[in-house]
């Protein structure tokens, strides 16, 4: 991480946007300053500051540090306003019309209006773009006609989202969505300026002359997969008054070991670690753990890999690893064994039941289980007749999961005679085109929850969705899901929850992924350092509030 000068520059750094306009930010550090500057480590590289198109969380975080959409989270995680200055709803519950800040600006200077909307969520839905979020338009958020569009069967301006005025939005939907508001902070929905997006073309988002701000921050270091990148405070931004720290780094570091060395030699001010890492640090008073909704698992190809269709083969690997030892061997950082498709402490009901209450629900559909694993396994050799199978298992190129995957390689091979598992280690990014583009038997992966509903998860799954990388379908779990989207089921609570609680449990009956553990993120924060929110949901960080003495 480079360092910021301890002297005062007299200068002013100025850089060009796309449309030839020159955007001020003031690079003046003092002592001071410096002192306010936060420095935060990330385990992967940001490949896009494009907010139709970025999926990974750490993408996600950093784009809402200089973007804002209509909502945000409070610390406590509910919704609250940021560009949306008011807010009416249909009484059908059909109908929003969100009036927008009169004092947001860009940071070309140019005001965010009502078309900035209009054009940033037309992008997600437009088929040429290919937003792996597209769904987000439609399962999840209902938008009128939002189906039709993304199928290219309908233009772009027919999309239940218009401008009334410059600073009036309205938005149609097909039905009511009782948690509409809260999904309006994910950057999906965030504004994209129509004239600088055109006159950037392909290179919008991959360099601060090539992103506008009109959040908290603004960007001032960054390239696609660099290690390091630069926020600074956004003096025009109309809540400048609540942003006490001066400026973001944020560094990429991979390796656990390195992570705690940055941050004990003083270079870091917040780091993740895991591993034998934590238990060096455990009694720190510097050391905290907090939950942060990922849920890692593997994904098998069903569609691709003939011998991964056959479900008995598939319910022998779900069995065959023990998620005790590698949460409490490997992981080491607070992070519980589950065998859930969807994860704890997120997502609640009007009486406040979690959803998931309980990590293996179902023992006899997944779980540790040597016996069971060696039991499916000969039926499916039987099914299959042949008795020696090889599969590559895709990961990441992190230390920790690297160590994951390994152990589990050990222990399917070591419980199921005639399984090789080969482990392929590459980018996220290289990680993530393979798996949509199929080129995968196993995938060691995660997903976060973006919204505080249990279909963040169980909508993933249902078929032709984007996040269906294993390509499986069933006629019945897809009709549960449109029952409790757009059917008789979505303005009835009582009995929505229960339906979902059926779809989980076709998740595990068919063994579509093997849920391996659910994430906490163990973190050294500098004592200096207050006022950082974490949360489960969408956004794991949010530094709006952060100080730092």
């Given at each position: 991480?480079?360092?910021?000068?301890?002297?005062?520059?007299?200068?002013?750094?100025?850089?060009?946007?796309?449309?030839?306009?020159?955007?001020?930010?003031?690079?003046?550090?003092?002592?001071?300053?410096?002192?306010?500057?936060?420095?935060?480590?990330?385990?992967?590289?940001?490949?896009?500051?494009?907010?139709?198109?970025?999926?990974?969380?750490?993408?996600?975080?950093?784009?809402?540090?200089?973007?804002?959409?209509?909502?945000?989270?409070?610390?406590?995680?509910?919704?609250?306003?940021?560009?949306?200055?008011?807010?009416?709803?249909?009484?059908?519950?059909?109908?929003?019309?969100?009036?927008?800040?009169?004092?947001?600006?860009?940071?070309?200077?140019?005001?965010?209006?009502?078309?900035?909307?209009?054009?940033?969520?037309?992008?997600?839905?437009?088929?040429?773009?290919?937003?792996?979020?597209?769904?987000?338009?439609?399962?999840?958020?209902?938008?009128?006609?939002?189906?039709?569009?993304?199928?290219?069967?309908?233009?772009?301006?027919?999309?239940?989202?218009?401008?009334?005025?410059?600073?009036?939005?309205?938005?149609?939907?097909?039905?009511?969505?009782?948690?509409?508001?809260?999904?309006?902070?994910?950057?999906?929905?965030?504004?994209?300026?129509?004239?600088?997006?055109?006159?950037?073309?392909?290179?919008?988002?991959?360099?601060?002359?090539?992103?506008?701000?009109?959040?908290?921050?603004?960007?001032?270091?960054?390239?696609?997969?660099?290690?390091?990148?630069?926020?600074?405070?956004?003096?025009?931004y109309y809540d400048a008054e609540r942003i006490k720290i001066d400026a973001l780094n944020y560094q990429v570091l991979k390796d656990s070991q390195?992570?705690?060395?940055?941050?004990?030699?003083?270079?870091?001010?917040?780091?993740?670690?895991?591993?034998?890492?934590?238990?060096?640090?455990?009694?720190?008073?510097?050391?905290?753990?907090?939950?942060?909704?990922?849920?890692?698992?593997?994904?098998?190809?069903?569609?691709?890999?003939?011998?991964?269709?056959?479900?008995?083969?598939?319910?022998?690997?779900?069995?065959?690893?023990?998620?005790?030892s590698i949460v409490d061997d490997v992981v080491k950082d607070g992070s519980i064994s589950a065998c859930v498709p969807v994860p704890s402490d997120?997502?609640?009901?009007?009486?406040?039941?979690?959803?998931?209450?309980?990590?293996?629900?179902?023992?006899?559909?997944?779980?540790?289980?040597?016996?069971?694993?060696?039991?499916?396994?000969?039926?499916?050799?039987?099914?299959?007749?042949?008795?020696?199978?090889?599969?590559?298992?895709?990961?990441?190129?992190?230390?920790?999961?690297?160590?994951?995957?390994?152990?589990?390689?050990?222990?399917?091979?070591?419980?199921?005679?005639?399984?090789?598992?080969?482990?392929?280690?590459?980018?996220?990014?290289?990680?993530?085109?393979?798996?949509?583009?199929?080129?995968?038997?196993?995938?060691?992966?995660?997903?976060?929850?973006?919204?505080?509903?249990?279909?963040?998860?169980?909508?993933?799954?249902?078929?032709?969705?984007?996040?269906?990388?294993?390509?499986?379908?069933?006629?019945?779990?897809?009709?549960?899901?449109?029952?409790?989207?757009?059917?008789?089921?979505?303005?009835?609570?009582?009995?929505r929850w229960s339906a979902m609680k059926d779809a989980a449990k076709i998740i595990l009956d068919e063994a579509v992924i093997f849920p391996l553990?659910?994430?906490?993120?163990?973190?050294?924060?500098?004592?200096?350092?207050?006022?950082?929110?974490?949360?489960?949901?969408?956004?794991?960080?949010?530094?709006?509030?952060?100080?730092?003495?």
């Amino acid at each position: 991480m480079k360092k910021l000068s301890a002297l005062v520059l007299a200068s002013a750094v100025f850089f060009a946007s796309c449309g030839g306009k020159k955007t001020e930010v003031s690079q003046a550090v003092s002592e001071k300053s410096q002192s306010k500057t936060l420095n935060v480590m990330i385990e992967v590289e940001v490949e896009s500051l494009d907010p139709q198109i970025a999926t990974d969380g750490n993408a996600l975080e950093f784009i809402a540090n200089f973007t804002d959409g209509l909502k945000q989270m409070s610390s406590d995680g509910s919704t609250i306003d940021a560009l949306c200055a008011s807010e009416t709803v249909s009484e059908d519950g059909l109908v929003y019309t969100f009036k927008i800040r009169d004092d947001a600006f860009w940071s070309n200077g140019e005001p965010v209006t009502a078309d900035d909307f209009v054009f940033g969520w037309q992008r997600a839905a437009d088929p040429k773009v290919a937003s792996e979020y597209a769904y987000m338009l439609t399962d999840i958020g209902q938008i009128k006609n939002a189906y039709a569009v993304e199928a290219g069967e309908l233009p772009l301006d027919a999309l239940g989202v218009k401008a009334i005025d410059a600073k009036t939005l309205q938005v149609e939907l097909e039905v009511p969505v009782s948690y509409f508001d809260s999904i309006l902070y994910f950057p999906t929905f965030y504004p994209v300026n129509r004239a600088f997006f055109e006159k950037c073309g392909e290179s919008f988002g991959t360099s601060p002359e090539t992103v506008l701000s009109n959040g908290a921050f603004v960007l001032s270091e960054y390239q696609p997969a660099a290690l390091n990148m630069k926020l600074v405070k956004n003096e025009k931004y109309y809540d400048a008054e609540r942003i006490k720290i001066d400026a973001l780094n944020y560094q990429v570091l991979k390796d656990s070991q390195q992570s705690l060395m940055n941050y004990q030699n003083g270079s870091l001010d917040l780091v993740k670690i895991s591993g034998d890492q934590v238990d060096q640090v455990k009694d720190d008073p510097e050391f905290v753990t907090v939950g942060s909704g990922f849920l890692w698992y593997i994904t098998p190809n069903i569609a691709k890999n003939a011998d991964l269709a056959n479900l008995n083969l598939r319910r022998a690997l779900t069995f065959a690893f023990d998620r005790e030892s590698i949460v409490d061997d490997v992981v080491k950082d607070g992070s519980i064994s589950a065998c859930v498709p969807v994860p704890s402490d997120y997502a609640f009901n009007s009486l406040g039941e979690d959803f998931t209450t309980e990590q293996t629900p179902f023992p006899e559909l997944c779980d540790s289980n040597a016996e069971k694993a060696v039991e499916y396994f000969e039926k499916a050799k039987a099914e299959l007749g042949k008795s020696s199978f090889t599969f590559e298992l895709i990961v990441d190129d992190t230390v920790i999961q690297q160590n994951v995957a390994a152990v589990i390689k050990e222990q399917i091979e070591s419980t199921l005679s005639g399984v090789t598992v080969d482990l392929h280690v590459e980018p996220k990014k290289q990680r993530l085109a393979d798996m949509r583009s199929g080129n995968f038997d196993l995938a060691l992966t995660r997903w976060g929850p973006d919204y505080a509903d249990p279909m963040t998860y169980l909508g993933m799954w249902i078929t032709g969705n984007a996040n269906n990388h294993g390509e499986w379908s069933n006629a019945s779990y897809d009709k549960i899901i449109d029952e409790c989207t757009t059917g008789s089921l979505c303005q009835k609570p009582v009995e929505r929850w229960s339906a979902m609680k059926d779809a989980a449990k076709i998740i595990l009956d068919e063994a579509v992924i093997f849920p391996l553990y659910q994430q906490s993120d163990a973190c050294m924060i500098k004592s200096s350092v207050k006022g950082v929110d974490f949360h489960a949901v969408a956004l794991v960080r949010v530094f709006k509030n952060a100080t730092k003495e």
